[in-house]
Each structure stands twice: as C-alpha cells, then as structure tokens.
C-alpha cells in the first residue's frame, strides 16, 4: 500500500512554522533545516513529515546533549 505524501511550498511552510520565507532560505544555503526538494530552477518544496520530523529534533522543547 504507497502512502501519499503532501509537500509545501517555503511560504506554505513558514506560515505553518512562524517564521518567514527568508529564514528558510537562509537555512537552505547553509545546509541546515528541514530536508527539501528542488522542482526546478525556482521550485522548492517540503515534506509535511519531514519537516514534523525536524521541528521535534530542533525546536524549543528539544533536549540538547
């Protein structure tokens, strides 16, 4: 049985998150935050999962070592 998997673009995903486009893309060239994908030359996407997946190992609540 696949499962189906819902991906966002940036802006869907720093709305969700609180925080802006910019900050994504930030992250995105220095290699940190959620895992994407490129759709093309201007064409980011997340996974829903995945970026779930990230906010519990890197947010406020996480415990740090």
Do not use: D, I
């Amino acid at each position: 049985m696949r499962v189906e998997k819902t991906y966002f673009s940036t802006p869907e995903v720093a709305k969700h998150l609180g925080v802006s486009a910019s900050w994504l893309n930030k992250l995105r060239m220095l290699g940190e935050g959620p895992r994407y994908y490129k759709l093309g030359a201007r064409c980011v996407v997340y996974e829903l999962g995945e970026v779930k997946a990230w906010v519990e190992q890197h947010g406020e609540g996480a415990r740090h070592g």
